[in-house]
């Protein structure tokens, strides 16, 4: 994973979702793209509070593992797809 990804999805969502709450926070583990300057730089830009789980605590992110395992068993593995470009295009619809 490029650190270039987590950084358009970032400016994705905040396009995505408008007008913003006067406090965003965006929680990760502690993966070196989300760890990484460049994402630190950008975050302090957008005025984003940064929040990472603790190493080797998993229920720090619980919540968004079920919803990957959700996404591919309940959408991504029911169809077969084209292409790449299409698949990335109809999660993100």
């Not at 994402?39 to 229920?59: E, F, L, N, P, Q």
């Amino acid at each position: 994973m490029r650190t270039d990804l987590i950084q358009d999805a970032l400016v994705i969502a905040m396009a995505l979702r408008g007008e913003r709450p006067e406090q965003v926070i965006f929680h990760s583990d502690r993966g070196t793209q989300y760890a990484s300057a460049q994402i630190t730089v950008d975050a302090k830009a957008h005025r984003i509070t940064r929040s990472m789980g603790y190493t080797g605590v998993c229920w720090d992110n619980a919540m968004a593992e079920s919803f990957f395992a959700t996404l591919k068993t309940e959408f991504y593995h029911r169809r077969v797809w084209p292409s790449k470009n299409k698949a990335s295009r109809e999660v993100g619809a």
